[in-house]
C-alpha cells in the first residue's frame, strides 16, 4: 500500500469528545478521516470505502478493540494502530499478538499520534519500493518474499496471511542474513524512534513469523534467538 499524499484514516473510538479532537487535529495535519463508535460502524465503513490506516480503541461497547483487530487480521491486513487507556504492558503484547502494528497509551499527545501514522505509512511504502538492487523478490528455505506486493509465498506457492509489521521485519532479516541483530536495531529497522523502546514487540513479532514460516516453531531454524544478542537469519537469500 504506497502512502497517498492525503491517506484515508478510520477513527473507531466510542468517546465523541476524543474522536472529535483527534479527528480535528487529522484533518488539519492532511488527512482524511473518518469515524465510528463501534465495530458496526466500523464493518460499514470498511464496506464503503478504501482506509489506508485503522486508529482502533482498545475499550468499546459490544465487541472490544481485541476482538476487532483479531477478525480483521483474519480478511485484511490495513495496518492498525491501537489505542488503550491501560499502561500495563500485557495489553500491548496481546494487542501485537493479535496482529496491531503499533500501539499508544492514553492520555496522548496528537504528534504523537500523528507521528506515529505516518511511520507506518512510511514504513509500508518503503517496502513496496525496490532496493538499490533492483530485486523485488527475496528467496530462502523454500519461501518467496515479494517486495512490490508485500507478501509471503510459502515453498509450494501459497499466499500466507501476515501483518503489515510481520512483513516489515521479515523483510528486515532477510536484507541481512548471518548477521547477529539486537532488538534495538530491528527496532530502527522496522519501526523508527516514533515507535518508543518498547524491545517486546519485537519478540512478539518473531514468535508470529515463526509460527508461520518454521517447520516448529518451538526449535526454530530459520529464525534463531542468539542469547543477549538478538536474533540471527539463518538461510542463505537469493534475489530475482
Not at 516448529?216 to 530475482?240: A, C, M, Q
Amino acid at each position: 500500500m504506497l502512502m497517498t499524499s492525503t491517506p484515508h484514516i478510520l477513527l473507531v473510538e466510542d468517546d465523541r469528545e476524543i474522536s472529535a479532537l483527534i479527528a480535528r487535529y487529522l484533518r488539519a495535519n492532511e488527512c482524511r478521516v473518518s469515524l465510528a463508535g463501534d465495530g458496526r460502524e466500523m464493518d460499514r465503513l470498511l464496506s464503503d470505502a478504501r482506509v489506508d490506516l485503522i486508529v482502533l480503541d482498545l475499550m468499546l461497547p459490544g465487541e472490544d478493540g481485541l476482538s476487532l483487530c483479531r477478525r480483521l487480521r483474519q480478511s485484511s491486513a490495513v495496518p492498525i494502530l491501537m489505542l488503550t487507556a491501560k499502561a500495563e504492558e500485557i495489553d500491548r503484547i496481546i494487542g501485537l499478538e493479535l496482529g496491531a502494528d503499533d500501539y499508544l497509551a492514553k492520555p496522548f499527545n496528537p504528534r504523537e499520534l500523528l507521528a506515529r501514522i505516518r511511520a507506518i505509512l512510511r514504513r509500508g511504502a518503503a517496502a513496496e519500493t525496490p532496493g538499490d538492487d533492483g530485486a523485488r523478490r527475496l528467496h530462502f528455505a523454500g519461501w518467496t518474499l515479494d517486495v512490490s506486493l508485500r507478501q509471503v509465498l510459502s515453498p509450494e506457492g501459497a499466499r500466507i496471511a501476515i501483518t503489515g509489521a510481520e512483513f516489515d521485519l521479515l523483510h528486515a532479516l532477510c536484507l541481512r542474513p548471518g548477521r547477529v541483530l539486537s532488538r534495538d536495531q530491528l527496532l530502527d529497522l522496522t519501526q523508527g524512534r516514533a515507535a518508543g523502546p518498547f524491545e517486546r514487540s519485537i519478540d512478539v513479532l518473531v514468535s508470529r513469523i515463526r509460527q508461520k514460516i518454521e517447520r516448529d516453531s518451538r526449535n526454530p531454524e530459520i529464525i534463531r534467538t542468539i542469547r543477549s544478542g538478538g536474533y540471527l537469519f539463518t538461510p542463505e537469500v537469493g534475489r530475482s
